[in-house]
């Protein structure tokens, strides 16, 4: 008797799984495919971030130090709509460090090697461990039009200024590069001179609530916007007629 009774409990919390096993799978490849659509993380994508991640620390300690409470640095890219209606409508800002004595947009590299000037001021040339020499796009270059978008948008008062910096402790700067292109290890130094000439124009310090909220009127820290974002520069970089632009 006892053994019919397991057999018949068998029986059903099998039938009862057959009938939930359909849902199951039916569930399983939209998680599945969800994970094949999220690009693959290179190393230069790892790189990048890590660098990014050391400068926003970085720039949040400094800040403590010298504001205290009263500044604003977004845990995060902010994306700016500055060319609507064309093929890249959209630039990606790494930082946005929102203090009384100035808004500063940084760009963030994490190359190792020297950095020295280039022919072009739009470029700087990079030389590797190995000695090979390559040309990049600056990153004050790359800057340029989101510092002209935000100075557009908001403002004159508040003054606006675009920072590139470098976060591999393997990088050396050459002392002919412009000097808003600075090493990790100068952030300090740099937000200390900045706001000790601010100080000097006896301005009003920019309230940094107001300007945060104005910066949001023609910003977005979206996540999926982001996406999309890089989902273009990822699209044109694969694009072989690309090559020789």
């Known amino acids: 008797m006892t053994s019919l009774l397991g057999v018949a409990a068998i029986g059903y919390f099998g039938y009862r799984f057959a009938r939930r096993a359909p849902r199951l799978r039916r569930s399983m490849p939209a998680r599945v495919e969800h994970q094949h659509n999220a690009p693959p993380a290179t190393r230069a994508m790892i790189r990048g971030e890590a660098g990014e991640a050391a400068v926003r620390a970085e720039l949040r300690r400094v800040l403590a130090g010298l504001c205290g409470n009263d500044f604003y640095l977004h845990d995060g890219a902010v994306l700016v709509q500055h060319a609507p209606g064309t093929a890249f409508p959209t630039a990606e800002i790494d930082h946005i460090a929102v203090t009384p004595f100035g808004i500063f947009v940084v760009e963030t590299k994490n190359w190792s090697g020297q950095i020295a000037p280039a022919a072009s001021a739009d470029d700087v040339v990079r030389t590797g ?23 557009r948008k908001l403002p004159s008062v508040w003054p606006i200024e675009g920072l590139g910096v470098f976060a591999s402790p393997d990088c050396r700067l050459h002392p002919g590069l412009p000097l808003p292109l600075i090493h990790i290890n100068e952030i300090a130094l740099w937000l200390r001179l900045r706001r000790s000439e601010f100080a000097t124009t006896r301005k009003k310090p920019v309230n940094v609530r107001v300007a945060w909220d104005a910066i949001m009127l023609n910003a977005s820290i979206c996540g999926r916007g982001i996406e999309e974002h890089r989902k273009r520069l990822r699209a044109h970089a694969k694009d072989p007629a690309n090559d020789a632009v």
């Open 129 to 151: 461990a190995d000695g090979v020499a390559e040309v990049r796009r600056s990153p004050l270059a790359q800057n340029r039009t989101k510092v002209a978008f935000l100075n």
